[in-house]
Structures are given as structure tokens and as C-alpha cells.
């Protein structure tokens, strides 16, 4: 009954920043894991960002020095803060949850474009 519900998408420029929220509607409380995953148009889907319980972060190659990931705890929040957006970072953002399951939202568009 794990539902997750995404905000934030939209079109920014490039160079520009956008970011994400993912809210879950319930989580294990000894252990989660929370981020995202990007699919672009041709392309596999691929890692953005994570982040677990105890802070434990790790983000795909592509994103590195440009998002960060965040969490409120208390709100069972994650956050994607993009910045220095660039054109290939157009894609469909698919926030997830990995506890003893996985879980998908469903997902949100972000375009880079001018």
C-alpha cells in the first residue's frame, strides 16, 4: 500500500536548477532507501541519486557536483535539488522506494531546454 507521490518537474532553462520532491507514504523504520532513477528519450533507465536512512548517499557519474539529495525524516521526504541543468538531463524522474519491496512513482518530466 506504499504509494509515492512526486512534485517539482517542469522545464528550465539550461544552466538553470529545478528540484524534486518524492513524499512515501509510509516507510520501514529500520531501513529504506529513497531517490531516483532517469529515463531519457532512447536511452536505459539510470541512476540519479539515493539516499538511505542513515545518510548514506550515492549518485550516477552523469549528476555528480551538479544535484544533491536531501531527506526530511520526519515528513518521510527525499529531495532532488538540480542545479547547472543541462539538456541532456531531459528525462522522466522515477522517485522509488527499496525496503523489504521496491516501489515507483510515477514519475515526473523534467526538459532542459531554451
Known amino acids: 500500500q506504499v504509494q509515492l507521490v512526486e512534485s517539482g518537474g517542469g522545464l528550465a532553462p539550461p544552466g538553470g536548477s529545478l528540484n524534486l520532491s518524492c513524499v512515501a507514504s509510509?516507510?520501514?523504520?529500520?531501513?529504506?532507501?529513497m531517490g531516483w532513477h532517469r529515463q531519457a528519450p532512447g536511452k536505459q533507465r539510470e541512476l540519479v541519486a539515493d539516499i538511505t536512512k542513515l545518510g548514506t548517499v550515492m549518485y550516477g557519474d552523469p549528476v555528480k557536483g551538479r544535484f544533491s539529495i536531501s531527506t526530511d525524516n520526519a515528513k518521510n521526504t527525499v529531495f532532488l535539488h538540480m542545479h547547472d541543468l543541462k539538456p541532456e538531463d531531459t528525462a522522466v524522474y522515477y522517485c522509488?522506494?527499496?525496503?523489504?519491496?521496491?516501489?515507483w512513482g510515477q514519475g515526473t518530466q523534467v526538459t532542459v531546454s531554451s
Open positions: 522509488y522506494l527499496r525496503q523489504s519491496q521496491e516501489y
Open positions: 509510509e516507510r520501514n523504520p529500520n531501513y529504506w532507501l
